[in-house]
């Protein structure tokens, strides 16, 4: 029964796009652009362990727990936009 169901929605998946530099160059802009938007919205900066190694003054108490927010919230933006692109016809 369960597989009857899963192989259904698989069908019903449409197909992804496979790995190329243009999907490469989409997540990086918008792990970037997740970046610029976290950059002012984490309101509680500098709470966690810091980065290792020197920062530049762009990255003054930006720690791990910001690194991991932004990088997450990127790749969740950078999927959606993939599967977007992709289902459009554009990758």
Do not use: D
Request: proline share 5%; hydrophobic share 55%.
């Amino acid at each position: 029964m369960l597989t009857a169901q899963l192989s259904i929605l698989a069908a019903a998946v449409s197909h992804t796009a496979e790995w190329s530099s243009s999907v490469a160059i989409v997540m990086i802009a918008c792990n970037l652009l997740a970046f610029a938007i976290g950059r002012f919205a984490i309101q509680q900066k500098g709470v966690g362990p810091e980065l290792p190694g020197p920062k530049p003054a762009l990255l003054e108490k930006f720690g791990v727990p910001e690194l991991l927010a932004v990088t997450s919230f990127g790749h969740i933006l950078g999927a959606g936009a993939i599967l977007g692109l992709a289902n459009a016809g554009i990758l």
